[in-house]
């Protein structure tokens, strides 16, 4: 299986288990589609081995722990989706490094910590979903940045204060959800 670009194992809610190391070594992959199963554990360091990776989804899962920062060696990401699981603990910086990224959810999670400015950086973001989580902080000002951005959804996610002005450069925002 060396050679395989798209895995697809979705909606089987009796898949169990974690992921397992021979996963990360199909260096091939540019489509992981794992989302809607019962699967646990976390994300290897090892997924910077997955350089190729276009799209990647592992929402409606329980996997648990933090984003890794080798996530940063994902330099083709356009997908991203990581919803509803039991992931925690802060964004990593090396998110940010993701240039191409468009589609970002991390929604019903419990990340904690703040919304870098650093998410500026993201230029071709579409979505950024990222409600029902606990940061803290507010929605930082970089966000006008992303002039691509058509739904941004916050609501439930533990941020305060005022709109940064930024917000109001957003001219494709679509859904704004606080």
């Not at 970089?142 to 957003?170: A, F, M, N, R, V």
Request: glycine share 8%.
């Amino acid at each position: 299986m060396k050679n395989l670009e798209n895995l697809k194992i979705s909606g089987h809610r009796g898949l169990v288990g974690t992921l397992p190391p021979s996963l990360f070594e199909l260096s091939n992959l540019e489509f992981l589609y794992l989302n809607g199963n019962s699967l646990i554990g976390s994300v290897s360091e090892n997924i910077r081995q997955l350089t190729k990776l276009i799209d990647f989804r592992i929402n409606d899962n329980s996997f648990n722990g933090t984003i890794p920062d080798a996530i940063q060696f994902c330099q083709e990401l356009e997908i991203l989706d990581f919803s509803h699981n039991d992931l925690s603990g802060t964004l990593p910086s090396g998110l940010f490094k993701l240039s191409t990224l468009q589609y970002f959810y991390l929604r019903a999670n419990s990340f904690t910590g703040s919304i870098s400015e650093d998410i500026g950086q993201l230029t071709k973001l579409i979505h950024l979903l990222v409600d029902e989580n606990k940061f803290n902080g507010t929605i930082p000002n970089s966000i006008g940045l992303c002039q691509d951005l058509e739904k941004l959804h916050l609501q439930e996610s533990g941020l305060h204060g005022t709109l940064p002005d930024g917000l109001y450069d957003l001219m494709n925002l679509q859904d704004l959800y606080l």
